[in-house]
């Protein structure tokens, strides 16, 4: 077995530190106002207040390259609350399905491009992936079908008040009753 395989599926020793740690180092990164060595330091020791054993304290290697995957991670969370701010500045607060329907359209990429890489890479995904997986797919679906059910109440509501609109003119301009019901029948679809 070759070095890249052997520690390409090893959980690294920052994924396997307690949460209160993990979230401590994270924290300590995302604010930046320290050097790599210092962070380092702080988290030994706190590995060393935890009473975990010596091999848990992490290197400046792993840090390194933690510190590197954690700042892509931020990256791609800032870019899409930017593009969900610059979606909400240029569609207002009307289309709310469009941002919606975006938003699950990302989501439905980014579970075909970890299938597609695991299968570039000829490694099938393991279980508990697979399962959360699915489990994505399907709340991307439910929330789908949630925003196309949304659209047609919104719609539903748009049709009955312009007809209703539509029906109040035609009165005040002279029309008969059973006139206006019949153009307010028209714009809703509905026979008269």
Do not use: C
Not at 14 to 37: A, H, S, V, W
Not at 42 to 57: M, S, T, Y
Not at 114 to 132: F, H, R, W
């Amino acid at each position: 077995m070759t070095e890249t395989a052997h520690t390409k599926n090893r959980i690294s020793k920052i994924d396997q530190l307690p949460d209160d740690i993990k979230t401590q180092l994270n924290i300590l990164l995302r604010e930046g106002k320290m050097p790599q060595t210092a962070i380092r330091e702080q988290i030994n020791a706190l590995i060393d207040e935890f009473d975990l054993p010596e091999d848990q304290k992490i290197s400046r290697n792993g840090l390194s390259r933690y510190s590197q995957s954690f700042h892509k991670g931020m990256a791609r969370y800032q870019q899409a609350q930017q593009l969900t701010q610059q979606w909400v500045k240029q569609f207002g607060e009307t289309p709310q399905t469009d941002i919606a329907r975006s938003l699950i359209e990302i989501g439905k990429s980014q579970i075909f491009d970890i299938q597609m890489k695991a299968l570039e890479e000829n490694e099938p995904l393991d279980p508990k992936t697979l399962s959360v997986l699915s489990l994505a797919i399907k709340r991307l679906q439910e929330a789908q079908s949630g925003s196309v059910k949304l659209e047609k109440e919104i719609r539903k509501q748009a049709m009955e008040e312009a007809a209703s609109t539509a029906e109040k003119t035609a009165k005040t301009l002279g029309l008969t009753k059973e006139g206006a019901t019949t153009i307010r029948n028209q714009i809703l679809g509905l026979s008269s």
